[in-house]
């Protein structure tokens, strides 16, 4: 079995601490992801799973056993770096053994784990290539063979795909998800990339200064993020935020009072405590529709416009100054300086108490909701 548990994770470099008790659970076979801005923590935590890193406090387990003093070589696991890592001087063929070598195994078996990840990866007649001539790409799948010949129980992954070109990005990106499918391994893996987050993840781990934010299915931290950190982070362009001061709570529904004054009734369930606060409304760019009515309407100046053919993003100044984003059809023909009014349903809204945590929403429409 490779599943993970990680039971209040610590780590302090001297005086400094990076990660302050981290829990995160991990089913076997699963595919998890962390994000989180820079310097937040996660290459630290993942270096950590991998033994680069001495732990400063808590359990690491995998398989039910706490390895935190067991040697890199001796958790079972097998890392993929972002600069690939590969020896210049040795072939492909070579680069992929060499682990296998040096473990002393059996030649005609190392053989054919080679041969089995190489025809895996598409590596096949490029065996005899040295890695400088290979493309990013195919360098990152020799990495990728390296790690794979090892038959690991856990895969890590930082930034794999980082130094790919756009359209590479995607083709290994989708070679990774299709090789998750063959091996069914579990893999941890990091990024700054929103899609490879979203569409890889079985789970997403977001994290927010050494602690976890939140952990959950993509759908699940788009459509109903725990705190505004999570709202920002998740969904690219990131949600719009605005000021607003609840003025009634009545049950299943919460009135607030909206910048330029007008008031929207949304379906929030909100203590009575809290009327008379000011808190943060959220509301996503592709929820905010051109030319409509709705129970969050807003009007401003198109200041920016950015032309993407499948949709049309509009950077809006409303007159009380706040900037929104809407997404507009491909074929929006907007222009910078014309007026644009639109509006959401309050069923898309968001609302953030004052520390940031999210009220709970009452009959979320589903087309607003992680339920299938
Ligand atoms: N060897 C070290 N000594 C001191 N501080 C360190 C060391 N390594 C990392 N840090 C600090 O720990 C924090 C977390 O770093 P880490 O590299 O894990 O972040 P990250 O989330 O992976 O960032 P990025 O997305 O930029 O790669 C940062 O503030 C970093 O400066």
Redo the contacts with the bound molecule.
């Keep these: 079995m490779a599943d993970l548990k990680l039971d209040q994770i610590r780590k302090s470099?001297g005086a400094?601490d990076?990660l302050h008790g981290i829990d995160l659970d991990v089913k076997d076979g699963e595919f998890v992801v962390f994000v989180?801005p820079?310097?937040?923590?996660?290459?630290?935590?993942l270096r950590i799973i991998a033994g680069l890193e001495d732990i400063s406090g808590g359990d690491l387990m995998i398989g039910g056993d706490v390895v935190n003093n067991k040697t890199p070589k001796d958790r079972g696991i097998a890392m993929v770096f972002q600069s690939y890592a590969l020896y210049p001087h040795m072939t492909v063929y070579k680069n992929m053994a060499f682990g296998l070598k040096l473990a002393k195994t059996d030649k005609a078996a190392l053989d054919e784990r080679v041969r089995a990840a190489a025809s895996i990866l598409q590596l096949d007649k490029l065996l005899d290539r040295r890695p400088s001539e290979l493309s990013g790409g195919q360098r990152q799948r020799v990495a990728i063979g390296r790690a794979i010949v090892r038959q690991p129980k856990v895969f890590l992954f930082d930034e794999p795909l980082s130094n790919l070109d756009a359209a590479l990005r995607v083709q290994t990106r989708i070679e990774i998800a299709k090789l998750h499918q063959k091996l069914k391994s579990t893999i941890i893996y990091?990024t700054?990339d929103q899609i490879e987050a979203m569409t890889l993840a079985d789970k997403i781990v977001v994290?927010n200064a050494g602690q976890v934010e939140q952990v959950g299915s993509p759908m699940t931290l788009y459509h109903h993020p725990k705190t505004r950190f999570v709202a920002g982070f998740i969904g690219s362009p990131s949600m719009n935020f605005t000021r607003v001061k609840i003025t009634a709570s009545a049950g299943e529904t919460v009135t607030v009072a909206m910048p330029g004054g007008a008031t929207a009734t949304l379906p929030f369930s909100v203590p009575v405590g809290d009327v008379g606060k000011e808190v943060e409304l959220g509301i996503r760019p592709e929820h905010l529709e051109l030319d409509r009515a709705g129970d969050l309407p807003v009007n401003g100046e198109v200041e920016v416009v950015e032309k993407l053919g499948d949709s049309t993003y509009l950077y809006v100044r409303l007159e009380n100054g706040d900037r929104v984003t809407l997404r507009a059809p491909g074929h929006s023909r907007v222009k910078i300086g014309e007026v644009v009014s639109a509006a959401a349903d309050g069923g898309a809204a968001h609302l953030f108490d004052e520390n940031g945590k999210a009220y709970h929403k009452v009959n979320c429409p589903a087309e607003y909701s992680a339920e299938e």
Excluded at 38 to 45: Q, R
């Design positions: 470099y400094v990076v989180g820079s310097g937040c923590g996660k290459s630290t935590l990091v700054h994290m």
